[in-house]
């Protein structure tokens, strides 16, 4: 008896970190930003996917839970919280500087598609993603 519980609680664990969804679909627009985006001064451009509910913006040291999922300009998915089946929790001025520049922009509840240049992202550091990234992020909590 004790066997069998040891198999299945060794197979619960093997299942629940295995736990992964099926990969969002790659956007048609990752090449470049679309004529509709909206560019900022510092480059990054964006798009609201859905408008969200809230009023409070996140501030540069807000911790923020989101869901997302990050794409190279040929259309590989380098991460994705959302396939992972878990959000994402970090403060914004611990992350690539699009992302803590973009995501003060949104409220909770919006979903927005950022293209961020090489110089906002990793700027081609050894070991990450290279070159213009886009991330498809929601908003979910602002702590």
């Not at 299945?8 to 790659?26: E, N, R, W």
């Given at each position: 008896m004790r066997l069998q519980l040891l198999a299945?609680?060794?197979?619960?664990?093997?299942?629940?970190?295995?736990?992964?969804?099926?990969?969002?679909?790659?956007p048609s627009d990752v090449a470049k930003p679309p004529a509709d985006a909206i560019k900022v001064a510092s480059g990054l451009s964006y798009k609201v996917l859905k408008e969200g509910t809230?009023?409070?913006?996140?501030?540069?040291?807000?911790?923020?839970?989101v869901h997302y999922s990050g794409w190279t300009?040929?259309?590989?998915?380098?991460?994705?919280?959302?396939?992972?089946?878990e959000p994402a929790?970090?403060?914004?001025?611990?992350?690539?500087?699009?992302w803590t520049e973009g995501v003060q922009m949104?409220?909770?509840?919006e979903k927005?598609?950022?293209?961020?240049?090489v110089n906002l992202a990793y700027n081609n550091q050894p070991g990450m993603p290279k070159g213009m990234l886009v991330f498809d992020v929601e908003l979910l909590a602002i702590k």
């Open positions: 299945l609680t060794i197979a619960f664990l093997f299942v629940t970190a295995c736990k992964q969804g099926p990969a969002p679909p790659t809230g009023t409070k913006r996140p501030s540069r040291t807000s911790e923020v839970t300009t040929d259309g590989e998915l380098f991460d994705s919280s959302v396939q992972r089946q929790t970090f403060p914004l001025n611990k992350v690539i500087p699009g949104m409220v909770v509840g927005r598609r950022f293209w961020i240049p």
